[in-house]
Antibody, heavy 120, light 108 residues
Framework: EVQLVQSGAEVKKPGESLKISCKGSGYSFTSYWIGWVRQMPGKGLEWMGIIYPGDSDTRYSPSFQGQVTISADKSISTAYLQWSSLKASDTAMYYCARLNGYSGYDFDYWGQGTLVTVSS | EIVLTQSPGTLSLSPGERATLSCRAS???????LAWYQQKPGQAPRLLIY???SRATGIPDRFSGSGSGTDFTLTISRLEPEDFAVYYC?????????FGQGTKVEIK
């Protein structure tokens, strides 16, 4: 069974750093792109970026380029999303999702989400 | 960047009724690159339709997708109680993905 399991909720202060994770299982982790999607409170879905764990090829949405870093450790089948200096506006639910290996352009499996709260 | 505009913002219907959701793109989108998702409160999105009209694994046949170019439609033939949720369209283009703002299907 394909599963993406994300790390738990985080409460941070502005200016702090953070790295959240997404562990894949039940499939060949290195063969599928993993994307990250933001959902701010009460709002819609925003694509942030995507990584191919096989060779760490990474693409970013222009809206998030330079604001976050996406990485992966294929030895432990885990993708990461990190911030060096959080802002209150980073408060959101963050989802990882696997790119559909059949169609190649949509996300067929999703993690349960990681809620990040940034507040002083 | 291609912008997706969904309408209506909210659809108020009764169980058993037909739901028709629209997704319009700011420029032409390949049908292969258009998907629909369902999201219920407190849950992650779920893939319903990919390639504009192909149902994802396990999706009931009351869900269907159609369209091409700039206009795409998700149809739920007869609403079941579990179908009341928010629906998003999504497209891929130029190494980038974008989502529509969502349509909420609520119980009338």
């Amino acid at each position: 069974e394909v599963q993406l399991v994300q790390s738990g909720a985080e409460v941070k202060k502005p200016g702090e750093s953070l790295k959240i994770s997404c562990k894949g299982s039940g499939y060949s982790f290195t063969s599928y792109w993993i994307g990250w999607v933001r959902q701010m409170p009460g709002k819609g879905l925003e694509w942030m970026g995507i990584i191919y764990p096989g060779d760490s090829d990474t693409r970013y949405s222009p809206s998030f380029q330079g604001q976050v870093t996406i990485s992966a450790d294929k030895s432990i089948s885990t993708a990461y999303l990190q911030w060096s200096s959080l802002k209150a506006s980073d408060t959101a639910m963050y989802y990882c999702a696997r790119l559909n290996g059949y169609s190649g352009y949509d996300f067929d499996y999703w993690g349960q989400g990681t809620l990040v709260t940034v507040s002083s | 960047e291609i912008v997706l505009t969904q309408s209506p913002g909210t659809l108020s219907l009764s169980p058993g009724e037909r739901a028709t959701l629209s997704c319009r793109a700011s420029q032409s989108v390949s049908s292969s690159y258009l998907a629909w998702y369902q999201q219920k409160p407190g849950q992650a999105p779920r893939l319903l339709i990919y390639g504009a009209s192909s149902r994802a694994t396990g999706i009931p046949d009351r869900f269907s997708g159609s369209g091409s170019g700039t206009d795409f439609t998700l149809t739920i033939s007869r609403l079941e109680p579990e179908d009341f949720a928010v629906y998003y369209c999504q497209q891929y283009g130029s190494s980038s993905w974008t989502f529509g703002q969502g349509t909420k299907v609520e119980i009338k």
